[in-house]
């Protein structure tokens, strides 16, 4: 078994790390028990709303309209199905969505800080998202968050068929990317983070290194450039069969474009505000 805690000389297998995680997630779960109460955001109901006519037949882009990619909008087929009409949906989703990212931030820091870091890392991610409110329950960010560590796991896991896992961490970025075309920020860290050897890094003279050898690192990326790009092609072609392509091109390739950049043309003193934003965060 892959023993996370290796690089930072101890394991997220021991009796001790187990403690720290479930008394991480219990603080967890207690933290974001309020977010069964939230209404549902503007944001959220629109996601609802365009997820029930996807499954009464309706066409994306062109018989509903939004300028979000469409993994949002597809993802919340399966929640409004099983779950229906009722305000508690968002909160809940959101719920299992927070207990799932702490408990991957919690084993990604147990990695490199241990388990005690890792617990206080999965305790004030969970504070700092729950405190943002209903607004940011079930968005796009946090699902996309769980596939890039999905995708991390995969390659950072030892075990037998790594090309195999290298592809589906590929298929888990793609799908990423129709969440959120930012997704691809991730890639850098994907690619090099799961292979890093950073006992090199504690040396009198650091360095970086990887754990296995170049030719191997090459192999695995490439067909991790695979899975994402065949996820990425195999969306397009969905909507090119279907006919909606154009309608799909115009609101991805021109409107939403045009969207992103009126936060920089209509917001005085730009840099100053992202700076803002960044220290709230």
Not at 98 to 120: E, N, S
Not at 151 to 174: C, E
Request: one cysteine or more; charged letters at 15%; hydrophobic letters at 50%.
């Amino acid at each position: 078994m892959h023993m996370l805690g290796a690089t930072s000389g101890g394991s997220v297998t021991s009796r001790n790390s187990r403690v720290w995680m479930i008394a991480a997630m219990a603080a967890v779960v207690i933290l974001s028990l309020p977010n069964l109460q939230y209404p549902i955001g503007r944001d959220q109901a629109t996601y609802c709303v365009i997820a029930d006519s996807l499954l009464k037949g309706k066409h994306l882009y062109l018989d509903l309209w939004d300028n979000k990619p469409p993994g949002i909008f597809y993802l919340y087929v399966p929640i409004v199905k099983m779950l229906g009409r009722t305000t508690w949906l968002v909160g809940s989703v959101d719920l299992l969505c927070v207990t799932a990212a702490a408990l991957a931030t919690f084993y990604f820091c147990a990695r490199y800080l241990g388990p005690q870091a890792a617990a206080l890392a999965a305790v004030l991610y969970a504070y700092w998202h729950n405190r943002k409110g209903y607004i940011n329950a079930a968005q796009p960010e946090i699902f996309m968050g769980l596939l890039v560590f999905a995708a991390f796991f995969l390659l950072a896991r030892d075990g037998p068929r790594p090309k195999w896992r290298s592809f589906v961490a590929g298929l888990a970025l793609g799908a990423a990317f129709w969440i959120k075309y930012n997704a691809l920020a991730f890639l850098p860290l994907v690619v090099f983070l799961p292979y890093l050897d950073t006992s090199r890094l504690d040396l009198h003279s650091p360095r970086a290194g990887l754990t296995l050898p170049w030719r191997s690192w090459f192999a695995r990326t490439a067909t991790l450039l695979g899975g994402l790009a065949a996820t990425i092609a195999g969306v397009l072609a969905c909507f090119r069969i279907s006919g909606v392509w154009p309608e799909m091109k115009e609101v991805q390739f021109e409107v939403l474009p045009r969207y992103g950049a009126m936060v920089i043309e209509r917001t005085p003193h730009y840099f100053l505000w992202a700076l803002r934003q960044v220290n709230f965060n």
